[in-house]
């Protein structure tokens, strides 16, 4: 249990943190689940403290997670919305008294409060890409206490967190010779976001799986990132392997992950403005890309299925899929980010 | 003082308790007001606990007295609205990444915290009488936590609760002897929901009073609930009378309960869709039904006024009345709103 | 420490209080600072206690520094907006179902919870310039529990406490002998409000400063409040000067507080609506109005630059002033909103 250099640190990105730091977040998380288990009080964590918790989007696990997580730490989060306050903006783009610039929104929150939760992705930037991260950054740059990351356009790692709880529960620390089939499904929306994908697929090969990553050929990931997860499963002793059919992560899997993501080359920096037509055009060409009850059950008898949720039902998930013997996981999954993020708080925050 | 079949259980209808259970939680909630009274703190009773209040309409008494409510019992309430999450959707109305199934919301929320509060009705269910029950009992159905009704279309128990408090606050717990007159009062726009009728009348004839209820000939309350009201005056030693004269609600009465609501032979299923222009017509007709100082002249020299509030002046009771010697019990009425539902939260959650 | 009329009272203006108990409330005030630095607990001080905060108007300081502070007093806040309750309305504007009278909201919530706080003013009012105070008068006649000023169009008075702890932070408690410059500048919208001009000012003059005030000449400020101002000076042995040139304020001051406000004589009552346009207009004159590097070159060396926030950068003032050696203590001001209100709530709360 890596300690000393978490205190007053931002959590922005997994690839921020060591593994051995990640791993003692979540070990620390999965102590508070215990404690919730038997009703364990530990509200002498973070006594008093304030948390900012700024949805650009809607939301409804991150939300409730962090509003109930600060307070079972005995901290109380501030639910704030730009359409409540003002827009924080980025330098050049003010908006008169509508708006106001993200620096000193960062200074007057770090002097009221602990820490500062960030939620930007999507519309509200313009599906820039790398924007919503931009911004985070700008409050992480002037914030004196801790950002933490609720979701940009590439990353998601709170969520990357509860996937590797969700994970290790499944089959423990240690996901060697453990095959997880990732993959992309049809969505009938140009909308949902890349970054679950992305610290899915970090998380599970940071931890030593088999990773098999299906997907149409149009429908690459950020290549980046796909560098850190081949980097990951070569240091823990995994594989990563890209498929373009389906059925190839499912096969013989533990775990499916299979969710729809938009597509990238349709999308800024790639395109001037949002293709979002064009993007529903392509999605069509596979419309049969959804797990259903035939995919799971090429995947090992004892297979879970997993999805960050909301989920789409009918378009990414069949009811049979998500309702059946295969769902359980995926509220697991859910859940722990609860727990995971209080692990995250309780290490962070001062 | 019954208690051992209360924990764990849903608060959705007052017809699901049994009238032993319902003097339980009033009295539990009488307490709580007690200590209040002396601030005595009560903090240990749910500790740390969470309680999601997802408001599909506004609200100002529901919201803070459950909000202020939990907290005094140690807990925390979410205030949750779908502009904020995405919409929760029955099986058939899914609108894409805008909205998830409840089955799913019910799900996720019901592990992340220890009860859900539901309020949904009119405009945001095409005011279809039964659905707005129909959504709160899918939630129930998944929820592995107290679901609790904070009013739909039909029912809003928690008022009942207050109401009946208030009642025994006058009277005493028996009403048999006490004449409660209830009516309908002329409104200007056709979006008053009739639950507040409905459960008042339960809980006036579940404790023996003698009620006279007059409305215009077109403005019936629901007939099930009505075979409900004249059964619990059966049993209490009671009595139900239905008049179309106003002043027969009024004579002689300790209380005049004088409200608006809509008329359900205008909105769906009667009719395909709801005839809001044919009900503020209908309406029309009995402009001259209102709570006024003439008619409370009435009742009892003691009779006292009341309405759940928020009540329109001018239309629905005079100022007079609701500022004069008969406006307080209103006043209490909304108050026990806080303590009842702790009442009803103490003994239900875990 | 004058604390024996402070129970229950309501904080609506400055004006309401002597200059005795404004200086108890900021001693409380910077205790409760001096608890936090060192991280000493004080829930105890208004233990379940709850707080109503009641937005008509956008706000980040107010709003955070509220919800936080009950929060560390050991209450709770709500957050609430018109359209998650109803609009509440003075009598004469009423609309129907839609809106709820003051009086019985204010009964209500004062019957739920400890304290109501209120921010309206501007827009929602269409800028009548009494009629946001008038309706927070309204408020504080039927409430059973204090009423907080968060500011209307005329009074801003938790600014004011926050202004006076930071020029105390800067030069002590007796002001005499210090240049406080006090401007008006440029802004890009006829939207900013007058009321923290009128409280900052008042607090300058009642501690003594040597207050120079310069604005264009059709930039006056109330009439009322600027005897109030006058009188203050003259009774603690300070000063008040107005001028028409901006670098009179500046020169060799020790604070200058400068931001934009709207033009008086262009609103309601003084004209039959707004007359933005006209505004606009008008400001555009002064458009060289602006707190710049070179006018707080003018200043002592040691000058602090003053602002509410938030602040029209390139408008109001400069990246160079408000990010460079003059910007501090415009940050303490802001911080100072939380502790200054602590202070207030733990003298006035029951």
């Known amino acids: 249990m890596v300690t000393e250099k978490l205190k007053g640190r931002d959590f922005l990105r997994l690839q921020d943190f060591t593994k051995q730091e990640l791993e003692t977040m979540l070990e620390l998380g ?32 991150t939300r409730n997670s962090f509003e109930a997580g600060i307070f079972q730490l005995g901290g109380h989060g501030h639910f704030l919305e730009p359409s409540s306050t003002r827009l924080p903006t ?10 106001e610039r993200i620096s000193d929104v960062a200074r007057v929150l770090s002097r009221m409060g602990d ?5 930007i992705l999507g519309d509200v930037v313009g599906w820039e890409y790398d924007k919503s991260y931009r911004i985070i950054e700008e409050f992480a740059k002037w914030s004196h206490v801790p950002v933490i990351n609720m979701e940009d356009n ?9 996937d590797a709880m969700a994970l290790w529960e499944l089959f423990g620390k240690d996901l060697r010779g453990r095959k997880i089939g990732v993959t992309w499904t049809w969505g009938s929306s140009p909308k949902k976001p890349i970054a679950p994908h992305h610290d899915f697929l970090y998380m599970a090969s ?66 001037s403005q949002p293709e979002k037509d064009e993007m529903v055009k392509l999605f069509g060409k596979y419309k049969n890309w959804i797990a259903d009850e035939a995919r799971m059950n090429l995947a090992k ?14 378009a990414e ?9 295969w769902g359980e ?16 708080m309780a290490a962070i925050m001062h």
């Open 30 to 61: 999965l102590q508070l689940k215990a404690d919730n288990a038997m009703r364990r009080a530990h509200d002498d964590l973070l006594p008093r403290r304030t948390l900012f918790m700024m949805f650009f989007n809607p939301s409804l696990r």
């Open 154 to 162: 590439k990353y998601h790692p709170c969520q990357g967190m509860a």
């Open 115 to 119: 820490a500062i939760a960030i939620r």
């Open 317 to 325: 998930v069949t009811n049979g899929v998500l309702d059946g013997k």
């Open 206 to 271: 940071l931890f030593g799986a088999d990773v098999v990553f299906s997907r149409p050929p149009e429908m690459r990931i950020d290549p980046g990132i796909e560098e850190n997860i081949k980097a990951n499963a070569a240091a823990s002793g995994g594989s990563y392997r890209v498929s373009e059919t389906m059925e190839d992560a499912c096969e013989n899997a533990d775990v499916v992950y299979a969710k729809n993501y938009v597509a990238l080359d349709l999308l800024p920096p790639v395109t």
């Open 90 to 99: 980025l330098e050049g783009e003010d908006m008169g008294y509508a708006s």
């Open 329 to 344: 996981a995926c509220f697991n999954e859910a859940e722990n980010r609860l727990h995971a993020q209080k692990g995250v």
């Open 301 to 314: 008898p004892t297979a879970q299925y997993m999805h960050c949720l909301p989920c789409e039902r009918g």
